[in-house]
T-cell receptor, first 116, second 112 residues
Framework: ETGVTQSPTHLIKTRGQQVTLRCSSQ?????VSWYQQALGQGPQFIFQ???????GRGNFPPRFSGLQFPNYSSELNVNALELDDSALYLCASSLVGLAGVYNEQFFGPGTRLTVL | GNSVTQMEGPVTLSEEAFLTINCTYTATGYPSLFWYVQYPGEGLQLLLKATKADDKGSNKGFEATYRKETTSFHLEKGSVQVSDSAVYFC???????????FGGGTRVLVKP
């Protein structure tokens, strides 16, 4: 069973640029959540996708957007990068059953984004 | 809104010492509670969880009990090893796969 994978591992961008981060869900999972973890802090929820639709969003501006594909992989896009966007971005996948029962989230290793 | 507060680190211990990391929460309703661990250079791993009051989660010698009356979920281990050196996060959610709200993390360093 393949776990959650993310790419790239590290990324360096300059202020004002745009970035796309990718996540492959664990096999059999249909829900993906994205979190931002600033250095020395706990992860902050960005948004969640379930069956290709956004299913909840945290306190992040619209320049943070996402997609989920039919194979349940996902992208996180950030436009107009700011210095404070420098962080570890974590993706987590889980399986939501037909009855809407949520199960454990499994995290990927993260993408380290540095904005200069 | 929901929030989680955990003791700040770093916590430095000798091998075989007793470890306690305090965690308290604020939430509406009856959330599920979790402890995650993050080893250097790795993503988050679920360490243990509890889904209702008085439940005790346990794994790898770690334990935590869901205390609704004190809104707490303190993590304990009786005898730590060097391999337990990591950052520990307390978190809550309405359900296991739903939005997780994390505390700030506690770094634990175990010395031989």
């Amino acid at each position: 069973e393949t776990g959650v994978t993310q790419s790239p591992t590290h990324l360096i961008k300059t202020r004002g640029q745009q970035v796309t981060l990718r996540c492959s869900s664990q096999s059999g999972h249909n829900t993906v959540s994205w979190y931002q973890q600033a250095l020395g802090q706990g992860p902050q929820f960005i948004f969640q996708y379930y069956r290709e639709e956004e299913n909840g969003r945290g306190n992040f501006p619209p320049r943070f957007s996402g997609l989920q594909f039919p194979n349940y992989s996902s992208e996180l896009n950030v436009n107009a990068l700011e210095l404070d966007d420098s962080a570890l971005y974590l993706c987590a996948s889980s399986l939501v059953g037909l009855a809407g029962v949520y199960n454990e989230q499994f995290f990927g290793p993260g993408t380290r984004l540095t904005v200069l | 809104g929901n929030s989680v507060t955990q003791m700040e680190g770093p916590v430095t211990l000798s091998e075989e010492a007793f470890l306690t990391i305090n965690c308290t929460y604020t939430a509406t309703g009856y959330p599920s509670l979790f402890w995650y661990v993050q080893y250097p250079g790795e993503g988050l791993q679920l360490l243990l969880k509890a889904t209702k009051a008085d439940d005790k989660g346990s794994n790898k010698g770690f334990e935590a009990t869901y205390r609704k009356e004190t809104t707490s979920f303190h993590l304990e281990k009786g005898s730590v090893q060097v391999s337990d050196s990591a950052v520990y996060f307390c978190a809550l959610a309405k359900a296991a796969g739903n939005k997780l709200t994390f505390g700030g993390g506690t770094r634990v360093l175990v010395k031989p």
